[in-house]
Protein backbone atom coordinates (compact mmCIF):
# COMPACT_ATOMS: atom_id res chain seq x y z
CA UNK A 1 0.00 0.00 0.00
CA UNK A 2 1.36 3.42 -0.58
CA UNK A 3 0.50 6.25 1.83
CA UNK A 4 -2.30 8.72 0.00
CA UNK A 5 -1.33 11.99 -0.62
CA UNK A 6 -1.17 15.31 1.49
CA UNK A 7 1.36 13.82 3.62
CA UNK A 8 4.32 15.23 5.49
CA UNK A 9 7.40 13.54 5.71
CA UNK A 10 9.50 12.56 8.46
CA UNK A 11 7.33 14.04 11.31
CA UNK A 12 8.42 13.00 14.35
CA UNK A 13 5.55 13.76 17.10
CA UNK A 14 5.56 13.43 20.98
CA UNK A 15 1.89 12.04 21.02
CA UNK A 16 1.25 11.47 24.55
CA UNK A 17 -1.62 11.63 26.86
CA UNK A 18 -4.25 13.44 24.77
CA UNK A 19 -6.99 15.74 25.89
CA UNK A 20 -7.99 14.22 28.55
CA UNK A 21 -8.13 14.31 32.68
CA UNK A 22 -5.77 15.23 35.22
CA UNK A 23 -5.78 11.60 35.94
CA UNK A 24 -4.35 10.32 32.55
CA UNK A 25 -1.55 13.04 32.79
CA UNK A 26 -0.01 12.17 36.24
CA UNK A 27 2.34 9.46 35.01
CA UNK A 28 4.84 9.68 32.56
CA UNK A 29 5.65 5.74 31.31
CA UNK A 30 7.97 4.32 28.37
CA UNK A 31 4.88 5.39 26.01
CA UNK A 32 5.61 8.88 26.60
CA UNK A 33 9.05 8.64 23.81
CA UNK A 34 8.17 10.40 20.77
CA UNK A 35 6.30 8.28 17.86
CA UNK A 36 8.15 9.09 14.81
CA UNK A 37 6.27 9.38 12.07
CA UNK A 38 6.69 8.58 8.13
CA UNK A 39 3.71 10.63 7.05
CA UNK A 40 0.43 11.80 8.01
CA UNK A 41 -2.37 13.72 6.05
CA UNK A 42 -5.88 13.15 5.50
CA UNK A 43 -8.11 12.91 2.39
CA UNK A 44 -12.32 12.65 1.86
CA UNK A 45 -13.54 9.65 0.09
CA UNK A 46 -17.12 8.54 -1.65
CA UNK A 47 -19.64 11.01 -1.75
CA UNK A 48 -22.27 12.63 -4.28
CA UNK A 49 -22.92 15.40 -6.24
CA UNK A 50 -26.43 17.50 -5.61
CA UNK A 51 -26.99 19.74 -8.96
CA UNK A 52 -24.73 21.12 -11.53
CA UNK A 53 -22.84 23.97 -12.96
CA UNK A 54 -23.35 27.06 -9.93
CA UNK A 55 -25.60 24.81 -8.19
CA UNK A 56 -23.56 21.91 -7.30
CA UNK A 57 -22.50 20.94 -4.26
CA UNK A 58 -19.99 17.81 -3.19
CA UNK A 59 -21.68 15.75 -0.45
CA UNK A 60 -21.92 12.48 1.72
CA UNK A 61 -18.06 11.61 1.88
CA UNK A 62 -16.43 10.70 4.47
CA UNK A 63 -12.96 11.91 5.77
CA UNK A 64 -10.28 9.91 6.53
CA UNK A 65 -7.21 11.25 8.99
CA UNK A 66 -4.10 9.21 8.97
CA UNK A 67 -0.53 8.48 10.55
CA UNK A 68 2.05 6.35 8.96
CA UNK A 69 4.83 5.65 11.65
CA UNK A 70 8.29 4.80 10.38
CA UNK A 71 8.76 1.21 9.28
CA UNK A 72 5.45 0.60 9.39
CA UNK A 73 3.98 -2.92 9.18
CA UNK A 74 2.36 -3.65 5.99
CA UNK A 75 -1.30 -3.61 6.85
CA UNK A 76 -3.10 -0.80 8.34
CA UNK A 77 -5.93 -0.37 10.87
CA UNK A 78 -9.02 1.61 9.92
CA UNK A 79 -10.66 2.82 13.20
CA UNK A 80 -14.49 3.56 12.86
CA UNK A 81 -16.27 4.70 15.93
CA UNK A 82 -19.56 5.01 16.90
CA UNK A 83 -19.90 7.52 19.45
CA UNK A 84 -17.13 9.82 18.50
CA UNK A 85 -13.88 9.49 16.70
CA UNK A 86 -12.54 10.36 20.26
CA UNK A 87 -13.29 7.13 21.68
CA UNK A 88 -9.77 5.65 19.87
CA UNK A 89 -7.56 8.61 20.59
CA UNK A 90 -7.75 8.62 24.33
CA UNK A 91 -8.08 6.27 27.36
CA UNK A 92 -11.06 7.38 29.59
CA UNK A 93 -8.67 9.30 31.82
CA UNK A 94 -6.52 11.02 28.86
CA UNK A 95 -4.37 8.14 29.14
CA UNK A 96 -3.48 6.93 25.21
CA UNK A 97 -5.68 5.71 23.01
CA UNK A 98 -5.74 3.13 20.54
CA UNK A 99 -4.67 5.50 17.82
CA UNK A 100 -1.30 5.74 19.87
CA UNK A 101 -0.70 2.31 21.35
CA UNK A 102 -1.11 1.01 17.69
CA UNK A 103 1.04 3.56 15.81
CA UNK A 104 3.69 2.36 18.81
CA UNK A 105 3.23 -1.24 18.01
CA UNK A 106 4.26 -0.25 13.54
CA UNK A 107 0.72 -0.07 12.43
CA UNK A 108 -0.50 2.24 10.09
CA UNK A 109 -3.68 4.23 11.63
CA UNK A 110 -6.80 5.67 9.41
CA UNK A 111 -9.30 7.53 11.75
CA UNK A 112 -12.62 7.53 10.18
CA UNK A 113 -15.86 9.93 10.01
CA UNK A 114 -18.49 8.57 8.31
CA UNK A 115 -20.70 10.78 5.90
CA UNK A 116 -22.42 13.21 7.81
CA UNK A 117 -20.72 13.11 11.40
CA UNK A 118 -17.55 15.03 12.27
CA UNK A 119 -16.03 16.30 9.85
CA UNK A 120 -17.67 14.92 7.34
CA UNK A 121 -21.13 16.23 8.21
CA UNK A 122 -21.59 17.91 4.58
CA UNK A 123 -24.51 16.12 3.55
CA UNK A 124 -26.88 15.57 0.80
CA UNK A 125 -29.87 16.22 2.29
CA UNK A 126 -31.31 18.08 5.10
CA UNK A 127 -31.00 16.98 8.54
CA UNK A 128 -31.55 18.43 11.88
CA UNK A 129 -30.00 17.76 15.50
CA UNK A 130 -32.78 17.57 17.93
CA UNK A 131 -31.61 17.51 21.71
CA UNK A 132 -33.29 14.75 23.79
CA UNK A 133 -33.29 15.11 27.33
CA UNK A 134 -31.47 12.34 29.44
CA UNK A 135 -28.74 11.67 26.90
CA UNK A 136 -25.84 11.56 29.60
CA UNK A 137 -27.94 8.67 31.79
CA UNK A 138 -28.72 7.10 28.69
CA UNK A 139 -25.20 6.69 27.51
CA UNK A 140 -24.26 5.62 30.87
CA UNK A 141 -26.19 3.09 30.87
CA UNK A 142 -25.79 2.04 27.06
CA UNK A 143 -21.99 1.65 27.80
CA UNK A 144 -22.41 -0.26 31.06
CA UNK A 145 -21.11 1.60 33.36
CA UNK A 146 -23.05 0.58 36.17
CA UNK A 147 -26.89 -0.13 36.88
CA UNK A 148 -27.82 2.91 37.20
CA UNK A 149 -27.23 6.74 36.22
CA UNK A 150 -23.75 7.57 37.65
CA UNK A 151 -24.14 4.07 40.31
CA UNK A 152 -20.68 2.71 38.78
CA UNK A 153 -20.32 -1.09 39.00
CA UNK A 154 -17.85 -2.45 41.44
CA UNK A 155 -14.38 -3.05 39.08
CA UNK A 156 -16.00 -1.02 36.01
CA UNK A 157 -12.73 -0.26 33.85
CA UNK A 158 -13.54 3.61 34.12
CA UNK A 159 -12.17 5.89 36.53
CA UNK A 160 -15.60 6.49 37.92
CA UNK A 161 -14.30 8.97 40.89
CA UNK A 162 -12.83 11.09 37.98
CA UNK A 163 -15.73 13.94 37.38
CA UNK A 164 -13.67 15.38 34.47
CA UNK A 165 -13.17 12.06 32.96
CA UNK A 166 -16.93 12.09 32.79
CA UNK A 167 -17.61 15.08 31.27
CA UNK A 168 -14.91 14.57 29.01
CA UNK A 169 -16.63 11.00 27.89
CA UNK A 170 -20.39 12.34 27.42
CA UNK A 171 -19.20 15.64 25.35
CA UNK A 172 -17.44 13.23 22.70
CA UNK A 173 -20.35 12.39 20.84
CA UNK A 174 -21.89 12.69 17.45
CA UNK A 175 -25.23 12.51 16.80
CA UNK A 176 -24.94 8.67 14.94
CA UNK A 177 -27.88 8.26 12.09
CA UNK A 178 -28.74 4.77 13.04
CA UNK A 179 -30.95 3.40 10.32
CA UNK A 180 -30.35 0.75 7.92
CA UNK A 181 -29.85 3.39 5.16
CA UNK A 182 -26.85 5.43 7.09
CA UNK A 183 -25.05 2.42 7.15
CA UNK A 184 -25.05 1.54 3.38
CA UNK A 185 -24.39 5.52 3.09
CA UNK A 186 -21.17 4.94 5.00
CA UNK A 187 -20.46 1.47 3.85
CA UNK A 188 -20.43 3.11 0.42
CA UNK A 189 -18.28 5.93 1.25
CA UNK A 190 -15.73 3.24 3.56
CA UNK A 191 -15.61 1.31 0.63
CA UNK A 192 -14.41 4.08 -1.26
CA UNK A 193 -11.86 4.92 1.18
CA UNK A 194 -10.48 1.10 1.43
CA UNK A 195 -10.26 1.21 -2.11
CA UNK A 196 -7.55 3.97 -2.00
CA UNK A 197 -5.93 2.59 1.12
CA UNK A 198 -5.62 -1.12 0.05
CA UNK A 199 -5.80 -3.93 2.28
CA UNK A 200 -7.16 -3.18 5.64
CA UNK A 201 -8.09 -4.67 9.01
CA UNK A 202 -11.66 -2.63 10.11
CA UNK A 203 -11.72 -2.19 13.89
CA UNK A 204 -14.45 -1.07 15.13
CA UNK A 205 -17.08 -0.08 17.93
CA UNK A 206 -20.71 -0.44 18.37
CA UNK A 207 -22.62 0.35 15.15
CA UNK A 208 -19.57 0.16 13.03
CA UNK A 209 -19.46 -3.27 13.25
CA UNK A 210 -22.70 -3.53 11.33
CA UNK A 211 -21.41 -1.19 9.07
CA UNK A 212 -18.34 -2.62 8.71
CA UNK A 213 -19.76 -5.96 7.53
CA UNK A 214 -21.68 -4.22 4.26
CA UNK A 215 -18.59 -2.57 3.65
CA UNK A 216 -17.27 -5.84 3.12
CA UNK A 217 -19.63 -6.64 0.36
CA UNK A 218 -18.53 -3.55 -1.23
CA UNK A 219 -14.70 -3.71 -1.56
CA UNK A 220 -11.71 -6.48 -1.72
CA UNK A 221 -9.51 -4.63 0.45
CA UNK A 222 -11.20 -5.61 4.17
CA UNK A 223 -8.38 -7.75 4.94
CA UNK A 224 -10.05 -8.76 8.69
CA UNK A 225 -13.08 -7.41 11.11
CA UNK A 226 -12.11 -6.93 14.48
CA UNK A 227 -15.92 -5.43 16.04
CA UNK A 228 -16.17 -4.30 19.34
CA UNK A 229 -20.05 -5.04 20.80
CA UNK A 230 -21.61 -4.86 17.39
CA UNK A 231 -25.31 -4.70 17.48
CA UNK A 232 -26.27 -5.27 14.22
CA UNK A 233 -25.40 -8.27 11.68
CA UNK A 234 -25.81 -9.24 8.32
CA UNK A 235 -27.02 -12.36 7.65
CA UNK A 236 -27.16 -14.44 4.03
CA UNK A 237 -30.82 -14.79 3.35
CA UNK A 238 -33.15 -17.83 5.08
CA UNK A 239 -30.44 -17.76 7.84
CA UNK A 240 -30.86 -16.07 11.08
CA UNK A 241 -33.48 -13.42 12.04
CA UNK A 242 -35.65 -11.77 9.28
CA UNK A 243 -34.46 -8.76 7.63
CA UNK A 244 -35.46 -5.37 9.77
CA UNK A 245 -35.84 -1.51 9.43
CA UNK A 246 -34.69 -1.18 12.94
CA UNK A 247 -31.15 1.14 13.77
CA UNK A 248 -28.84 -2.09 13.23
CA UNK A 249 -31.14 -4.16 10.75
CA UNK A 250 -30.77 -7.25 10.72
CA UNK A 251 -29.69 -7.33 6.80
CA UNK A 252 -30.15 -10.13 4.78
CA UNK A 253 -28.21 -10.35 1.67
CA UNK A 254 -28.23 -13.28 -1.05
CA UNK A 255 -25.66 -16.16 -0.21
CA UNK A 256 -23.23 -15.17 -3.15
CA UNK A 257 -23.05 -11.80 -1.11
CA UNK A 258 -22.77 -12.90 2.34
CA UNK A 259 -20.04 -15.43 1.23
CA UNK A 260 -17.72 -12.37 1.17
CA UNK A 261 -17.69 -12.55 4.48
CA UNK A 262 -16.46 -16.06 4.90
CA UNK A 263 -12.81 -14.66 3.03
CA UNK A 264 -11.24 -13.00 6.04
CA UNK A 265 -10.86 -13.73 9.96
CA UNK A 266 -13.19 -11.77 11.91
CA UNK A 267 -13.41 -11.54 15.66
CA UNK A 268 -16.03 -10.12 17.64
CA UNK A 269 -15.19 -8.52 20.74
CA UNK A 270 -16.99 -8.04 23.72
CA UNK A 271 -17.07 -6.86 27.43
CA UNK A 272 -18.26 -7.56 31.03
CA UNK A 273 -21.72 -7.83 33.09
CA UNK A 274 -23.48 -8.39 29.53
CA UNK A 275 -26.08 -9.93 31.99
CA UNK A 276 -27.00 -6.66 33.42
CA UNK A 277 -27.73 -5.31 30.03
CA UNK A 278 -30.59 -6.55 28.27
CA UNK A 279 -29.73 -5.20 24.67
CA UNK A 280 -26.22 -6.23 25.27
CA UNK A 281 -26.88 -9.55 26.19
CA UNK A 282 -29.04 -10.25 23.35
CA UNK A 283 -26.67 -9.03 21.02
CA UNK A 284 -23.95 -11.47 22.71
CA UNK A 285 -26.05 -14.08 22.02
CA UNK A 286 -26.81 -12.99 18.24
CA UNK A 287 -23.17 -12.52 17.72
CA UNK A 288 -22.49 -15.90 18.65
CA UNK A 289 -25.54 -17.00 16.10
CA UNK A 290 -23.75 -15.35 13.69
CA UNK A 291 -20.53 -16.31 13.82
CA UNK A 292 -22.25 -19.94 13.92
CA UNK A 293 -23.13 -19.36 10.30
CA UNK A 294 -20.39 -17.59 9.28
CA UNK A 295 -18.00 -20.93 9.99
CA UNK A 296 -20.56 -23.59 8.69
CA UNK A 297 -20.20 -21.78 4.97
CA UNK A 298 -16.57 -21.79 5.67
CA UNK A 299 -16.11 -18.46 7.47
CA UNK A 300 -13.28 -17.52 9.52
CA UNK A 301 -15.13 -15.98 12.85
CA UNK A 302 -15.02 -16.31 16.38
CA UNK A 303 -16.30 -13.98 19.33
CA UNK A 304 -14.37 -12.98 22.45
CA UNK A 305 -15.61 -12.64 25.26
CA UNK A 306 -12.72 -10.34 27.44
CA UNK A 307 -13.47 -12.13 30.55
CA UNK A 308 -12.96 -15.67 29.66
CA UNK A 309 -9.56 -13.86 29.14
CA UNK A 310 -9.11 -13.06 31.89
CA UNK A 311 -10.19 -9.17 31.72
CA UNK A 312 -13.18 -7.90 34.20
CA UNK A 313 -14.42 -5.11 34.35
CA UNK A 314 -14.76 -3.98 30.89
CA UNK A 315 -17.47 -1.33 28.86
CA UNK A 316 -18.71 -1.12 25.64
CA UNK A 317 -15.92 0.58 25.11
CA UNK A 318 -12.96 -1.47 25.76
CA UNK A 319 -10.48 -0.03 23.70
CA UNK A 320 -10.74 3.53 26.00
CA UNK A 321 -10.94 1.31 29.45
CA UNK A 322 -8.10 1.67 31.58
CA UNK A 323 -6.80 -1.81 30.85
CA UNK A 324 -6.85 -0.67 27.23
CA UNK A 325 -3.31 -1.96 26.81
CA UNK A 326 -4.52 -5.22 28.00
CA UNK A 327 -7.35 -5.29 25.15
CA UNK A 328 -5.08 -4.14 22.41
CA UNK A 329 -2.62 -6.62 23.23
CA UNK A 330 -5.39 -9.66 22.77
CA UNK A 331 -6.00 -7.27 19.49
CA UNK A 332 -2.15 -7.60 18.35
CA UNK A 333 -2.68 -11.75 19.23
CA UNK A 334 -5.39 -11.66 16.93
CA UNK A 335 -3.43 -10.38 13.97
CA UNK A 336 -0.32 -12.49 14.46
CA UNK A 337 -2.31 -15.41 14.55
CA UNK A 338 -4.13 -14.33 11.23
CA UNK A 339 -0.60 -12.96 9.64
CA UNK A 340 -1.82 -9.34 9.66
CA UNK A 341 1.25 -7.93 11.46
CA UNK A 342 4.00 -8.33 8.96
CA UNK A 343 6.42 -5.62 8.23
CA UNK A 344 7.40 -3.81 4.85
CA UNK A 345 10.71 -4.00 3.74
CA UNK A 346 13.13 -1.96 4.75
CA UNK A 347 16.09 -1.22 2.70
CA UNK A 348 15.93 -4.51 0.53
CA UNK A 349 15.30 -6.11 3.72
CA UNK A 350 11.72 -7.67 6.01
CA UNK A 351 12.19 -6.73 9.58
CA UNK A 352 11.68 -9.62 11.52
Given amino acids: MKPPRFASLALILALGCGGGSQAGQARPTAASSPIVLASEGS ?6 VTGTGNAAT ?6 VEYQIPLHARRTPLFLWHSSSVAVWQRRWDGGEGFQSIFLRRGYPVYLWDGPRVGRANYGCVSYTFTPKPGRDAQSFLAWRLGPRFMQFYPGVQFPAT ?7 AVRARYDEFDTV ?16 IGPTVLVTNSAG ?20 ETPGFVFPEGEGPPPGNGPFGPVSVPRAEFDKLTRMPIQL ?23 AIVNAHGGHAEVLHLPDRGLHGNTHIAFADLNNVAVADLLSEFLHRNGLDKWRAVSGKRRR
Wanted: hydrophobic share 45%; net charge neutral; glycine share 6%.
Fill in 181 to 196: ANAQLESDAAAKALDR
Fill in 209 to 228: GFRAMLTALKTRNVAAIVAY
Fill in 269 to 291: VYGDNLDKAPQWARAFAQAKKWV
Fill in 58 to 63: SCDHGH
Fill in 162 to 168: DAQAWDQ
Fill in 43 to 48: FEAGGS
